[in-house]
């Protein structure tokens, strides 16, 4: 299928069935058209079976899409096609063709406070190509990083439509250089991207361990660190360089030597917004009440609030009843269910683990580093609030440690967030995505 078919394809299924119901699988999802016959290849496993789930669906899409009745399936097996093709696939040339973007650009990023300095790097990438390299967004899962590196390449494509930009996440640069290194064809590899003005690398975590990737990516920044153009890299990951477990000190150093820009999942008020532009495009109202519950209690991405708004409007346009607050609760149950987990105490840890950038082991761990020290106390509050664990099972969790000392910690979190916006925040999203079962004796030494 053609690419920009393709693309828009992609576009009419996200739209139609939502991003909860594709987000796992449609980006990692390509569409062979032969005929009447729209062969989808989905990685083996979830994605696969969420694309199997909706096959029909998608099937009906492609059709209305195409003017024509197409029949859409699955392609077969990975291991059969390679078992099928090997000898071929050594003589054929690789296409090393990047991955398609969505119609995103840095003008629908919404900016609030925790994402207005990323948006101006972002916007300065474009601006002023080379003038940080690498530029390195890094934050968790929904803090927007896939919505800028996307919305950066395609500005920089209709502002320069001369020069070549690509993008790709690191497991396409992996196996990219992997099928180059087996055909013998690492010179169209270097040609690729090294010849690109602009390369944006998503994901960046995954490369890490795959040492081989790992050096040749160092190569590629090298490369375009020494030109005298104007080329600019972008990388987005999960946590800083430095705090990624297995990746290279040669890569490390080159992406700590970039410019460096945290993300932070966004506050309430600019999750407020989101809400607003998307009950706006749909000529949707929702009460105060409705409006408050979407945006300060509910820990919702980006992406979710614009799906919860959808969901609102179809339920509005096909019941036609009222969305008070209870009705929306009963329209959007299963997107807040999804959000919430019960608050177990290993649940926690890992969720403080990730927002912090230090590692579970490190939590459990007698580690003294002043980063461990602050993110251990903000897990051991959080189970103490969250869970009706006693004192001496909470200290059992982090490394054997004795009552008097997680009750320490306990005071120690209230401090944190006292003092800082960024603990204080993390500790909201906590309380919004984490079910309790009660609390504990010692809730009011945070604050509560």
């Known amino acids: 299928m053609d690419p920009e078919l393709w693309v828009e394809a992609c576009t009419r299924i ?105 948006a101006g790097f972002a916007r300065q990438a474009v601006a002023e190509p080379g003038a940080w390299h690498p530029l390195v967004f890094y934050g968790g899962p929904g803090t927007g990083k896939t919505h800028l590196l996307q919305g950066i390449v395609n500005d920089y494509r209709r502002r320069y439509p001369s020069r070549r930009a690509i993008y790709t996440r690191s497991e396409r640069f992996a196996k990219h250089f992997s099928q180059a290194l087996k055909a013998r064809q690492l010179a169209k590899f270097h040609a690729h991207y090294r010849g690109a003005s602009l390369l944006v690398l998503d994901d960046l975590d995954r490369l890490a361990g795959k040492t081989k990737s790992e050096t040749e990516l160092t190569h590629v920044l090298d490369h375009f660190l020494l030109q005298e153009r104007d080329l600019q890299v972008v990388v987005a990951c999960r946590r800083s360089p430095k705090s990624i477990p297995q990746l290279k000190r040669g890569l490390e150093g080159r992406l700590m030597g970039g410019q460096l820009v945290a993300l932070s999942p966004p506050d309430s008020e600019t999750r407020r917004q989101v809400l607003r532009a998307a ?35 179809a339920h509005r346009d096909h019941a036609g009843a009222h969305l008070d607050l209870e009705g929306t609760r009963r329209v959007l149950a299963d997107l807040i269910n999804a959000r919430q987990e019960p608050a177990t105490i290993e649940a926690l840890a890992k969720f403080v683990a990730l927002e912090t950038g230090v590692t579970l082991e490190q939590l459990r761990s007698r580690s003294r580093q002043s980063s461990v020290i602050r993110a251990r106390a903000l897990a051991v509050g959080l189970a103490r609030t969250l869970t009706p664990l006693t004192l001496r099972e909470v200290g059992g969790y982090f490394g054997g440690r004795a009552p008097n000392s997680v009750h320490g910690a306990q005071a120690q979190a209230r401090e944190i967030r006292l003092c800082d916006p960024r603990a204080k925040d993390l500790w909201e999203r906590a309380e919004r995505r984490f079910t309790t079962g009660g609390l504990s004796p010692d809730a009011h030494l945070l604050g509560r």
């Open 14 to 118: 996200e739209g139609e069935l939502g991003w909860i119901r594709t987000h796992r699988w449609l980006p990692q999802t390509s569409c062979q058209l032969k005929g009447g016959v729209a062969i989808l290849d989905a990685p083996k496993g979830e994605p696969q079976e969420r694309l199997e789930a909706v096959l029909p669906r998608v099937e009906q899409l492609l059709s209305e899409l195409l003017g024509r009745p197409i029949r859409a399936r699955l392609a077969r097996p990975r291991r059969a096609r390679k078992a099928q093709r090997a000898e071929i696939d050594q003589a054929e040339p690789i296409d090393f063709h990047g991955e398609h973007t969505s119609r995103r650009d840095l003008g629908s990023f919404f900016v609030g406070p925790s994402n207005r300095l990323a």
């Open 279 to 313: 009950c706006m495009k749909r000529s949707l109202t929702l009460s105060a009440e409705v409006e408050d519950y979407l945006s300060t209690r509910v820990e919702f991405s980006v992406q979710e609030l614009i799906a919860a708004a959808a969901q609102l409007q």
